[in-house]
């Protein structure tokens, strides 16, 4: 009877303060033992109410990337965010590629850097997924190496992707320490493969290079999620297809943008274990998600399949996960 009367009273809560209900989950269930059902649940929670908001309280992202041969990244990472329910989302991209992604869409906001100071860009949003499109070229490295300090100035929640990971690769300190809340990582196995050669040996895993609140998603036919607070980690291969399709990553980055923003918020543990804890969920969420649209896409288009198709089902398959 006592835990029925519990089990009420969390049910209530949920329906009076989403921080109350996070708290008493996360005292509730086994943290120190992390699950699949465990990571499901802290997601639900930490998706934020419709009702009673202003426009950008679920969210303000920055997406840095884009460049001249590449316009599908940054608009693919963009357009998922929005997708998944972040209010605003902005591309800040080169001056040749900025017309070309304002023609994907009107949904986005599309600023070209060198019209402003980056600094003023970034201020203000609550995450920033740095890479998609991003290019090689010393112009993207540069960009990429002043969002970093600036992010890292500004306590900025970040996530790395595609030639944002490249430039990390190039200068692996440029992460070193990287404070709270945090930045994560989300390479293939041949980014991962880079990222462990350029590295200085030592005894400790690769990806603890950089100290505590740098952590890593790992995506391939099974993605992992490593970290230096190892009780959160986590592998999952349920979903997903043969079908690679070029933009898949840039969706999983989008997506984990607007779901880490959620995580932080929703304070799914009120102590210093917190941030750690948001990582692994808002991780585990977008790979879960990303892994499942590209199951449904595959199912309806087969070898066809494209990154497109996969938007197509966003909506779907957040509310076959999440709600």
């Known amino acids: 009877m006592i835990k029925v009367k519990y089990f009420l009273l969390i049910l209530t809560l949920r329906f009076i303060e989403i921080q109350s209900l996070v ?24 998706v934020p109410e419709l009702e009673g908001k202003r426009k950008g309280e679920a969210g303000k992202i920055a997406i840095i990337g884009g460049s001249i041969e590449y316009t599908g990244a940054p608009y ?6 929005l997708k998944v329910g972040a209010d605003l989302v902005f591309v800040i991209t080169t001056d040749d590629a900025a017309p070309v992604i304002k023609s994907y869409s009107p949904d986005l906001i599309v600023i070209p ?24 070229a010393p ?27 490249y430039a990390v690769y190039k200068n692996v300190s440029v992460l070193k320490n990287y404070p709270s809340p945090g930045a994560i990582l989300t390479p293939n196995n041949a980014e991962v493969k880079r990222l462990k050669e350029a590295i200085p040996a ?9 100290g505590e609140y740098v952590t890593i998603l790992e995506k391939g036919e ?4 490593h970290s230096n607070l190892r009780k959160f980690d986590w592998v999952i291969n349920e979903g997903g297809s043969g079908r690679r399709a070029g933009g898949q990553g840039d969706i999983l980055a989008g ?36 892994r499942s649209c590209n199951y449904k ?4 288009y087969g070898r066809s399949m494209l990154a497109s198709d996969m938007l197509n089902v966003i909506h779907s398959t957040f509310d076959n996960l999440y709600t």
């Open 23 to 46: 708290l008493q989950e996360c005292l509730d269930v086994d943290i120190n033992n992390i699950n699949k059902n465990i990571l499901l649940t802290l997601t639900k929670a930490s």
């Open 76 to 81: 693919f990472a963009a357009i998922s965010a």
């Open 113 to 136: 850097y060198s019209s402003k100071n980056i600094s003023s860009l970034l201020y203000g949003k609550d995450v920033v997924v740095l890479g998609p499109g991003l290019g090689r």
């Open 139 to 165: 112009e993207g490295l540069n960009l990429a190496y002043d969002v970093i300090n600036i992010c890292n100035k500004l306590r900025k929640p970040l996530v790395i992707d595609a030639d944002g990971l």
């Open 202 to 210: 030592g005894d400790n895993e690769w990806y603890n290079f950089w």
């Open 222 to 225: 099974t993605d992992k999620y």
């Open 255 to 290: 997506s984990l943008g607007a779901f880490l923003n959620w995580a932080l918020k929703a304070n799914l543990c009120e102590n210093d274990q917190s941030v750690s804890l948001a990582q692994s969920v808002a991780s585990f969420a977008a790979a879960k998600f990303t």
């Open 297 to 300: 896409a595959f199912e309806l």
